[in-house]
């Protein structure tokens, strides 16, 4: 029997495509784009609102009030968004590729993607305590 998140993901509900998140949070990650490569380099500096010890949002509800340019997965749109890690739920599923074993959803375990290293716990500082312009000395090469 196929399991609701291995249907292709525009066939997912609203709360399934939610349901999908791996909980690494890397999205929550602020990115920087060389201007003339368009190349996305990740920094380990985090959305103030994310709960590091539970990679989630502390305020998920209200998060484009909180921080307008918060990233919003779509279902219709996932697939071209190839700064996503590659370890990303959603940018598998897009790719009609599997979840990981250290998924949730595969593993039955909310903790398992932390015990795996694919999460950010432990690795990241709040952007309240960095400014904007030196972000570039948090880059970071651990986000495939």
Same mark, same amino acid.
């Given at each position: 029997?196929? #399991? /609701?998140?291995? *249907?292709?993901? #525009?066939?997912?509900?609203?709360?399934? /495509?939610?349901?999908?998140?791996?909980?690494?949070?890397?999205?929550?990650?602020?990115?920087?784009?060389?201007?003339?490569? +368009?190349?996305?380099?990740?920094?380990?500096?985090? %959305?103030?609102?994310?709960?590091?010890?539970? %990679?989630?949002? !502390?305020?998920?509800? &209200? &998060?484009?009030?909180?921080?307008?340019? %918060?990233?919003?997965? #779509? *279902?219709?749109?996932? !697939?071209?968004?190839?700064?996503?890690?590659?370890?990303?739920?959603?940018?598998?599923?897009?790719?009609?590729?599997?979840?990981? #074993? /250290?998924?949730?959803?595969?593993? !039955?375990?909310?903790?398992?993607?932390?015990?795996? !290293?694919?999460?950010? &716990? +432990? &690795?990241? $500082?709040?952007?309240?305590?960095?400014?904007?312009? +030196?972000?570039?000395?948090? $880059?970071?090469? /651990?986000?495939?």
């Amino acid at each position: 029997m196929t #399991e /609701w998140w291995e *249907q292709p993901i #525009e066939a997912l509900d609203r709360d399934q /495509w939610e349901a999908l998140c791996d909980g690494c949070a890397k999205c929550c990650l602020h990115k920087l784009e060389d201007e003339d490569t +368009g190349e996305v380099f990740y920094t380990k500096v985090r %959305c103030q609102y994310l709960d590091e010890s539970t %990679c989630r949002c !502390g305020d998920y509800s &209200r &998060r484009s009030i909180l921080v307008p340019n %918060c990233i919003h997965l #779509e *279902q219709g749109s996932v !697939g071209d968004l190839d700064w996503l890690p590659s370890t990303c739920a959603y940018r598998l599923r897009a790719a009609n590729q599997p979840l990981p #074993e /250290w998924h949730y959803l595969v593993s !039955g375990s909310r903790e398992t993607v932390h015990s795996a !290293g694919a999460s950010i &716990r +432990g &690795r990241a $500082i709040s952007d309240e305590y960095v400014h904007p312009d +030196g972000y570039d000395e948090h $880059i970071v090469t /651990w986000v495939e």
